[in-house]
């Protein structure tokens, strides 16, 4: 039996037609022809099992024939926002990752002890897609280009807000005993900092702004490895039974 293949195609239900990066894997390194099946995931939550109409060297057109809406097996909106690690690989398999895993969406902040400030979110954004149809889920994390510590706080006014460091003369909570304290679909945001951690000042900026300050655990984790548990640890407490 032929492997069915899954595409991004955001609008799917609006055009009839892969987009040309899509259709350039479809026809050059699958080798569809018209006939074959195909899935197609919006991003927002559908899948459209679909037929190939026609297909040549640049375009690969599609006819829907079943659309579906799955649940998604997390209740609440996951939106993690890491300061990027100097070796952007790790935050590119963080990202792979966290899309397996199920999350929302992914900010990068400036921290004064940030070792990157530059970060390429269309990379980034590309990996999702990439771990997004691997996985088979139709929602797409947003991927935001990175901004400073001073302005995501000032827009995260709402929610379930954590930030996590390592300051043993502030007080912290534990993170999974805190998401276990849930019983709304409020947005969580979990903050993690650059390897060198929050500066002391900024985590009072964060609490002074509501957040919640939060341990994971015992363990001292890389940058990539606590953003990740994260996630996990949000995705585990609030997944549809």
């Not at 790790?90 to 002890?113: I, N, P, Y």
């Not at 996590?164 to 979990?190: G, P, R």
Request: hydrophobic share 40%; proline share 3%.
């Amino acid at each position: 039996m032929k492997e069915v293949r899954y595409f991004y195609v955001p609008n799917a239900s609006e055009v009839n037609e892969l987009p040309s990066e899509e259709a350039t894997h479809a026809l050059r390194v699958l080798r569809l022809k018209s006939g074959d099946e195909m899935v197609l995931m919006d991003g927002v939550g559908a899948f459209y099992h679909s037929e190939v109409t026609m297909a040549n060297n640049k375009h690969c057109l599609y006819h829907i024939k079943e659309e579906l809406h799955p649940s998604r097996t997390w209740k609440n909106k996951i939106h993690l926002a890491v300061a990027p690690t100097k070796m952007i690989e790790r935050m590119e398999w963080l990202a792979e990752k966290a899309t397996e895993v199920g999350f929302d969406e992914l900010s990068f902040l400036d921290c004064r002890f940030s070792e990157r400030r530059v970060i390429r979110e269309d990379r980034i954004d590309k990996i999702v897609v990439s771990a997004m149809k691997q996985s088979r889920k139709p929602w797409k994390p947003v991927v935001n280009a990175i901004c400073s510590f001073d302005d995501f706080i000032k827009k995260t006014s709402v929610g379930h807000r954590y930030i996590a460091h390592c300051y043993e003369e502030i007080e912290k909570k534990d993170l999974f005993k805190e998401l276990q304290q849930i019983n709304d679909k409020e947005d969580i945001t979990v903050m993690i900092g650059p390897e060198g951690d929050f500066s002391i000042d900024e985590v009072q900026q964060a609490l002074d702004a509501g957040f919640v300050s939060v341990s994971l655990g015992a363990s001292r984790l890389r940058t990539e490895t606590a953003a990740l548990y994260g996630v996990m640890m949000a995705n585990l407490v609030v997944r549809n039974e």
